[in-house]
């Protein structure tokens, strides 16, 4: 039996999203947007935007804040540029937006992440450093405690 028309749109409309998807992790740190990456498709920001949240269960921002934190940990972790340096290698163009998404993503602030320990994960297996060290997204991550 053939597959419906509607499953191959549905195909097709999944294929377009995971193009997309390819895109951010691609061009994380290019300017990119909705409305340029709906162009890119030829679709609607809208249309990207409402089928892009029932695909992968957030939104487009979200997930490409979410890229552009995880390697903003990375060149942190490697501690050679600033603060600042790092937001912008990273496609950020306000300080204010990224500090405030890495801390609700991470837990702590890009400065402070910046000052922990290096090794810190160096006992874990690498499959399990990668989870722990992946962002929480949605706004998880707990609360740093306040001395």
Do not use: W
């Not at 300080?95 to 006992?123: K, N």
């Amino acid at each position: 039996m053939a597959p419906s028309t509607d499953d191959d749109q549905r195909l097709r409309d999944l294929a377009m999203l995971r193009r997309v998807r390819d895109r951010i992790d691609r061009e994380y740190a290019q300017p990119l947007d909705v409305d340029a990456l709906a162009r890119g498709i030829n679709v609607s920001a809208g249309h990207l935007s409402r089928e892009f949240k029932k695909a992968y269960g957030e939104s487009v921002y979200s997930y490409l804040m979410t890229r552009r934190i995880e390697r903003a940990m990375a060149l942190l972790r490697r501690g050679d540029l600033s603060v600042t340096e790092v937001c912008y290698e990273v496609g950020c163009s306000s300080l204010g937006t990224f500090s405030t998404r890495f801390t609700e993503l991470v837990g702590v602030p890009p400065s402070v992440f910046r000052q922990q320990p290096d090794g810190i994960f160096e006992a874990l297996p690498s499959v399990l450093a990668k989870r722990v060290a992946r962002p929480i997204r949605n706004r998880e991550a707990p609360a740093e405690p306040r001395a």
